[in-house]
């Protein structure tokens, strides 16, 4: 079925289920993935922090791929309204729990645009632009389990290329410890970084950056996601591909 096809056989409900912030370098973005996918020829994507199934759609209708999506997303809601378009689309599987280093439970902070949930908290002063949006609604217990308990059974009889996407608003660097094993098992990957923090006690950007270098990827691109009026960054998109070996 192509993209247009799939994209006219869902109900509006589900095809606009995601609130959303303007992202300034989306579409340069995924002009890029559809390219990466192409010629790392990926046929599994893995969508850890999946929100309300947003990147999904954008995965299918201009990215163009096809292929099995498996999404992670811990607010029960969210994971549920996942769950509805995974009933039009045969190759979407939802998992809904969190990732991290460990296995445990947590309690995860519900913002009001709910995007910007996260296992930390706030920073107290906020950026002045998202302060609202960041506001605390409720506290959940989540589940939280490191992808390497999970990845073989989920991956089991994957062919082709395997992409990993994570956008855990500050838990990105405890999925990847979490993950180590199955990072030999991945051909790309995409991890939202921060330059301006937005919630306590995470990772400067440039940790980010050594970590996915030392797991073996080589940066592709790196794409704006939200600025401040004054044009400072607040964070990015990059995309790294696997190192060649030797």
Do not use: C
């Amino acid at each position: 079925m192509t993209s247009t096809g799939f994209l006219r056989r869902l109900p509006q409900a589900v095809i606009h289920n995601a609130s959303t912030i303007w992202r300034r370098d989306e579409g340069r973005l995924l002009g890029h993935l559809r390219r990466l996918f192409r010629s790392l020829n990926i046929q599994t994507a893995l969508d850890i922090g999946a929100n309300r199934g947003r990147y999904i759609e954008q995965l299918r209708t201009v990215v163009g791929f096809s292929g099995d999506i498996i999404a992670f997303e811990p607010i029960p809601e969210n994971a549920d309204l996942i769950a509805r378009q995974a009933r039009y689309d045969a190759r979407l599987k939802v998992e809904p729990l969190a990732l991290g280093a460990g296995s445990e439970t947590r309690t995860l902070n519900i913002a009001r645009h709910d995007a910007m949930s996260s296992l930390h908290a706030p920073v107290s002063d906020g950026v002045e632009r998202f302060s609202s949006l960041g506001e605390i609604q409720k506290r959940i217990e989540v589940r939280v389990e490191p992808l390497d308990t999970i990845a073989e059974r989920l991956l089991d009889g994957a062919t082709g290329g395997v992409f990993l996407k994570i956008d855990a608003q500050g838990a990105d660097l405890d999925i990847l410890a979490g993950a180590r094993k199955t990072l030999a098992r991945i051909d790309a990957l995409q991890i939202e970084i921060p330059f301006t923090p937005l919630y306590e006690n995470i990772p400067a950007a440039h940790d980010y950056f050594a970590a996915v270098d030392e797991a073996g990827f080589a940066l592709t691109g790196v794409f704006p996601v939200h600025s401040l009026e004054d044009h400072r960054i607040i964070d990015v998109d990059a995309v790294f591909r696997k190192k060649p070996a030797g």
